[in-house]
């Protein structure tokens, strides 16, 4: 295709650079970006939210709690069913209901769990 082909009508010549593979690139990454929405929206859906305090999640809670290992356990046992979550969020207590799902990202939760420095 020449140059003149691939301009869009009015187009400058600055606006041409753009090939095949960075079309199929973009596809690649708005795909990546979608995948990405829904499971962070499902997470939100949820009810979970930056912040949260995790007290129980399924069958961890904060006397058993020995470290992120085992909140990986029981979501990895837990695929495709609902898990209890027990948060506190600015001084009060939620009850969530979280499904790990698998999505086009790692893990099954679509969002990162950290240990609470205090």
């Known amino acids: 295709m020449s140059e003149e082909q691939a301009r869009p009508s009015g187009g400058s010549p600055q606006a041409v650079a753009v090939t ?4 199929q ?3 690649r ?7 990405q929405i829904k499971a962070n929206y499902d997470v939100l859906e949820s009810g979970l939210q930056v912040d949260d305090e995790i007290m129980e999640f399924g069958s961890v809670n904060t006397q ?7 909140i990986g356990s029981v979501v990895q046992h837990s695929e495709g069913k609902p898990l209890n979550v027990t948060v506190i969020r600015r001084g009060e207590k939620h009850q ?5 799902t698998s999505w ?5 939760l679509g969002c990162n769990i950290i240990p609470l420095q205090r």
């Open 25 to 27: 690139e973009l596809i």
């Open 104 to 108: 086009a990202g790692r893990g099954l």
């Open 20 to 23: 095949v593979r960075d079309v």
């Open 96 to 100: 969530l209901r979280l499904v790990p």
């Open 64 to 70: 058993n709690f020995q470290s992120l290992h085992n």
């Open 29 to 35: 990454r708005k795909d990546e970006i979608e995948a």
